[in-house]
């Protein structure tokens, strides 16, 4: 057997090889934008060719590419910038990541991925609060120390909100998975206290509401449906437990207090969604200032001058390369959440992979998904395994 054979057989036979592939891509390097997608082109390159292109996706990944390549064009053509070219590199993301599963990766596989950046970012933690950054580790992963951060913790991420998303979207898909096995899991409700734990330390508020909601959706629905003895006692006594120690809680971790402030006054009351929404109106009036804009988005030069800070997918996708690029962008949605009914239908149940992409669906409503190559590489894999046919089984 010759060495590509053999590396090619160890891509399709060995799923550790490829969970340590996938949670390197996710831990390093996270600060440097340039360095980052430089490391994903180098690895790139290599399993293309040692494993080949996934042909279900060359097609839609070379149609987006090219519009991006049309856009780009009438942005430097307006704006003379060689800087329009910034955002095309993002393409590399999502290639690398399903030319690395290959339709081979599982919700096994994702599990494990998890259960490895759990342990990861809880060890950073410690390592921050208990040791202090004494190695200068935080220059190659955070952005903001604790001391910027008031007191929270990002982990092994670029600051608090990307650990807040990666800790929501793992225990919604842990509890997906649970349910989507029917039987409770040890190692599954450990992952999800951990994250849990990860959410809170994170003061994420945007993880915090979405934890709740999605998990009490997921809890009703799963009782509502199957009205078995498991899931309506783990729903009493999750909500039991979280109402007992619920003003510990808040009294440990000031920003759970802040979120349930909405109540009183409203999403505008929270001053993080206000200053949000202060610049997304600004962003759509440069927006709709022009019916090019509208159409094929606006140049970077120009919309950098309003804001180079989005927290919002849909309004970064809808401002930097126009309405066309943000209905096939929902279509993409579309069509994946059809995907996962179709499984539905074989299992009776809803897969972990679909309650996470309605997860990161509503994420990206607040933070940059996209935007944020951790999040995005995270977003690729939780929904890899719909490419799979056997898990269309």
């Keep these: 057997m010759t060495g590509h054979q053999k590396t090619y057989e160890l891509f399709n036979s060995d799923a550790r090889f490829v969970n340590l592939m996938l949670v390197i891509l996710v831990v390093f390097p996270s600060v440097d934008f340039f360095t980052r997608y430089a490391f994903e082109l180098l690895l790139l390159i290599p399993i293309l060719i040692i494993v080949g292109i996934n042909r279900s996706l060359f097609r839609p990944i070379l149609l987006i590419f090219l ?47 998890f259960n490895w950046l759990i342990l990861l970012n809880l060890i950073a933690i410690f390592y921050f609060e208990y040791i202090g950054d004494i190695f200068s580790l935080s220059q190659y992963m955070h952005s903001r120390d604790l001391v910027e951060s008031y007191g929270r913790h ?48 994170s003061g994420s508020k945007t993880g915090m509401g979405l934890t709740l909601i999605f998990s009490t959706l997921m809890f009703f629905l799963y009782a509502l449906k199957h009205r078995n003895f498991f899931s309506i006692s783990m729903s009493s006594i999750l909500i039991a437990s979280f109402i007992s120690i619920l003003p510990f809680l808040i009294e440990t971790y000031y920003q759970l207090e802040k979120l349930f402030m909405v109540f009183d006054l409203g999403l505008l009351g929270i001053s993080s969604f206000t200053g949000r929404t202060i610049i997304w109106m600004n962003i759509f009036e440069t927006y709709f200032s022009s019916n090019l804009y509208f159409l094929f988005g606006v140049p970077k030069a120009i919309i950098d001058e309003v804001s180079t800070t989005y927290d919002n997918d849909y309004i970064w996708i809808i401002a930097r390369y126009g309405i066309f690029a943000l209905l096939g962008y929902l279509l993409i949605i579309f069509t994946l959440i059809l995907k ?31 935007t944020t190559p951790q999040l995005f590489v995270l977003a690729c894999t939780v929904i890899a395994p719909v490419y799979n046919l056997n898990f269309m089984k």
């Design 67 to 113: 519009y991006l390549i049309l856009s780009s064009s009438i942005h430097f053509f307006i704006s003379g910038s060689p800087d329009e070219i910034y955002d095309l590199i993002r393409i590399i993301s999502p290639l690398l990541v399903f030319s690395i599963v290959y339709k081979k990766i599982n919700n096994n596989s994702i599990e494990t991925i």
């Design 340 to 370: 996962y009914m179709k499984v539905a239908k074989y299992n009776n149940n809803f897969s972990a992979n679909f309650w996470s992409l309605l997860l990161l669906c509503c994420y990206g409503l607040f933070i940059g998904v996209f």
């Design 154 to 201: 990002s982990g092994i991420f670029t600051n608090v909100a990307v650990l807040g998303a990666f800790s929501t979207l793992s225990i919604i898909f842990n509890l997906g998975l649970i349910f989507q096995r029917n039987r409770p899991s040890l190692k599954g409700f450990f992952s999800i206290i951990l994250s849990g734990y990860l959410v809170l330390e």
